[in-house]
C-alpha cells in the first residue's frame, strides 16, 4: 500500500461521518479522504470509480447494507466496518482485510486499526471476503433478538417483539408503540435498534421502524411516500419518508 491511504467513509449517519473525518484529520500524513457517501448506493459508486484503498463502512444503511454493497464491488479495498453493536466483532475481522470499529469510535481504537492496516495486505480475494461476509450474516442472524428490555421506576420489563407495533423516534427518545396501543420508552436510538431487529422489521422513515406482521395495507401517497395502515388496536397510520422509497420498494419487490 501506498503511504498515504485513499479513504472513502460510507456510513448514513452525519455525525458518525463527521466523528470519522475528524479522526482520519489526526492522522492527515497516514490518511487523505477521497470522498464520502450517506448510503450504501452512493458509496458503491464512489468506491466503483475512485477506488480507494480503504473504506469505513456502516453496517445499516437504509436501502443497501455495507454486507451488500460489498457484494456488489467492482474494485476490493480493504474494510473497516463501523458498527453501533459489538456482536458483529467476530474472528472473522483478524484478517487481512478487514476489521471493525464500534460507534461511537473512540480514538484509542482508531489507533489500533491504524496500527492494524500497516501490517495489511494490498491483494484482497473477492472470494474470501464475501466468505467472510456470509459468515458475520449467519452468525448475526443467530443472534437476533426476541424481546426489548425497558425501566418503568425501579423494574426491569421485557417487551416481546412480536407484541411491538412500531418504534418511533422524537429529538429526546424512542417510544415503543405496541399491537394493544400501550406506550414505553427505551434508551436506545433508533440506529440501534436497527442494527439489532430482526428481518421482521424494517425502517420507513428516519424516525419509524414498523413491524412488517403488523402492516395490514399500504397506499400511495404523493411526493414518492407511502402510507401503512397497521392492524393493531389504535389502528395506527403511518407516513414514510421520500428517502425510504427504493429501500421500501426493494422490500415489497416492486419496481
Not at 454486507?67 to 480493504?78: D, G, M, N, R
Not at 412480536?162 to 423516534?169: R, V
Amino acid at each position: 500500500m501506498r503511504n498515504t491511504i485513499r479513504t472513502i467513509i460510507v456510513d448514513d449517519e452525519p455525525p458518525a461521518r463527521q466523528r470519522l473525518k475528524e479522526l482520519l484529520a489526526s492522522y492527515a500524513d497516514t490518511f487523505v479522504l477521497v470522498g464520502e457517501a450517506e448510503n450504501g448506493r452512493k458509496g458503491l459508486e464512489l468506491v466503483n470509480a475512485l477506488k480507494p484503498d480503504l473504506i469505513f463502512l456502516d453496517i445499516q444503511m437504509p436501502g443497501m447494507t455495507g454486507f451488500e454493497l460489498i457484494k456488489q464491488l467492482v474494485h476490493i479495498p480493504i474494510i473497516v466496518f463501523c458498527t453501533a453493536y459489538d456482536q458483529y466483532s467476530l474472528d472473522a475481522f483478524e484478517t487481512n482485510s478487514i476489521d471493525y470499529l464500534v460507534k461511537p469510535v473512540h480514538p484509542d481504537r482508531f489507533a489500533f486499526t491504524v496500527e492494524k492496516l500497516k501490517r495489511f495486505s494490498k491483494s484482497i480475494d473477492r472470494d474470501e471476503l464475501l466468505y467472510l461476509v456470509k459468515q458475520i450474516n449467519d452468525q448475526t442472524t443467530q443472534q437476533e433478538m426476541s424481546s426489548i428490555t425497558i425501566k418503568k421506576g425501579n423494574r426491569l420489563m421485557m417487551i416481546k417483539l412480536d407484541d411491538i407495533s412500531y418504534f418511533q423516534a422524537d429529538e429526546r427518545f424512542v417510544k415503543i408503540i405496541t399491537i394493544q396501543g400501550e406506550n414505553s420508552i427505551t434508551e436506545k436510538s433508533l440506529k440501534e435498534l436497527e442494527e439489532k431487529l430482526p428481518n421482521s422489521f424494517i425502517r420507513i422513515h428516519r424516525s419509524i421502524i414498523i413491524n412488517k406482521n403488523v402492516i395490514g395495507e399500504m397506499q400511495s401517497y404523493f411526493n414518492s411516500k407511502y402510507v401503512f395502515i397497521l392492524n393493531d388496536k389504535p389502528k395506527s397510520k403511518l407516513f414514510s419518508g421520500r428517502s425510504f422509497q427504493r429501500h421500501i420498494k426493494e422490500w415489497l419487490d416492486i419496481n
